[in-house]
């Protein structure tokens, strides 16, 4: 019977951790150790615990996530649960945060006794209330204009973190990490921006089609300008050969001319010649001479006729070369 009550205490003596959870057991009555000593034990362990004379209690490490939405049922709790804080310049604005925290190892048993014996509980009691207030404070020194600067924002989320683990270090808990997530104004001041917005488009959209417009006519005055560029050079092509006409019909008219000129003056000396000739001695025989031979090549008809006139010759030779200036006279018809 002895064995069986020991076997039964040694059975409900033991207690294990998770590997992510410490254990911590506490005395209670004083018996063999100080009334209230507490003792960690570490993860991923099974531990004899004398049942009665100590309890047990174990603490999640891992981190944890305070997150807190517009959306009833994506957050922590089923209700509207986001962060309103007012800017600098009076605009509220509703902000989606999460909180990632967890408990300090080394001070798990600090945590046990003086906030909360479970992960929900630690978080309802000091982490949430903390933070909201920590974040409004923090974020009500920028303005509306200033939030939407990421830089900004980060900024001011990193200080709300540091801010916040400093205020929370005094309970064992750390803050790794704060994150803004959605945020929205009222919805008038929404409204007004939405507004704002729309215009900065409209106007975006008008500068791009102004901008597309301008490439268009430049595209189009380049290609009036090959245009007009294709219709100068034939201008000057057509130009060109015509002056290339005009010189060869210069050059050729030149070279004619010449010609004549040269034939001219040719004729000129020849004449200049013949004349210098006929001044000399001898030169009315040369004058004879090519009246004989002009005489010669031409054909005289002798027409018999009733009433025939006769002709001095010998006048007419006169006439002919030049010693007498009045024409012969014909002598009067002979009757047979």
């Not at 991923?44 to 959306?71: A, C, I, K, R």
Request: proline fraction near 4%.
């Amino acid at each position: 019977m002895k064995r069986l009550f020991l076997l039964a205490v040694a059975l409900g003596g033991c207690s294990g951790t998770s590997s992510t959870e410490i254990g911590i057991r506490t005395n209670m009555f004083g018996f063999l150790e100080k009334r209230g000593y507490q003792q960690v034990y570490p993860p991923g362990g099974v531990y004899f615990v004398m049942p009665f004379v100590n309890t047990w209690h174990t603490l999640s490490v891992s981190q944890q996530n305070l997150l807190m939405t517009d959306e009833g049922g994506s957050g922590d709790r089923p209700v509207a649960d986001d962060v309103t804080f007012k800017t600098r310049d009076g605009n509220n604005i509703h902000m989606d945060v999460n909180v990632m925290w967890r408990i300090d190892p080394k001070q798990a048993a600090m945590v046990l006794s003086r906030v909360g014996a479970s992960a929900e509980e630690i978080k309802e009691r000091v982490v949430r209330p903390m933070s909201r207030s920590v974040i409004r404070d923090v974020f009500n020194e920028i303005t509306s204009e200033e939030y939407y600067h990421v830089t900004v924002k980060n900024k001011m989320a990193e200080k709300a973190r540091a801010e916040l683990a400093k205020e929370l270090a005094p309970f064992g808990l750390v803050v790794d990490m704060l994150q803004v997530h959605e945020h929205r104004f009222d919805p008038a001041y929404q409204a007004a921006i939405n507004a704002q917005k729309q215009a900065e488009a409209d106007v975006q959209n008008l500068a791009e089609q102004q901008k597309n417009m301008e490439v268009q006519k430049v595209s189009e005055l380049n290609a009036k300008r090959s245009e007009w560029n294709k219709k100068k050079e034939d201008a000057l092509g057509q130009a060109g050969r015509k002056r290339s006409e005009a010189d060869g019909y210069y050059q050729t008219r030149t070279n004619e001319a010449k010609a004549i000129l040269v034939r001219a003056q040719a004729e000129t000396d020849a004449t200049r010649k013949e004349a210098a000739a006929l001044n000399r001695m001898g030169g009315d025989s040369y004058v004879k001479m090519q009246i004989a031979k002009l005489l010669a090549e031409k054909k005289i008809l002798i027409v018999p006729a009733a009433n025939v006139t006769t002709m001095n010759v010998n006048d007419m030779m006169d006439y002919l070369v030049g010693k007498t200036t009045a024409p012969p006279k014909s002598a009067p018809a002979v009757s047979p």
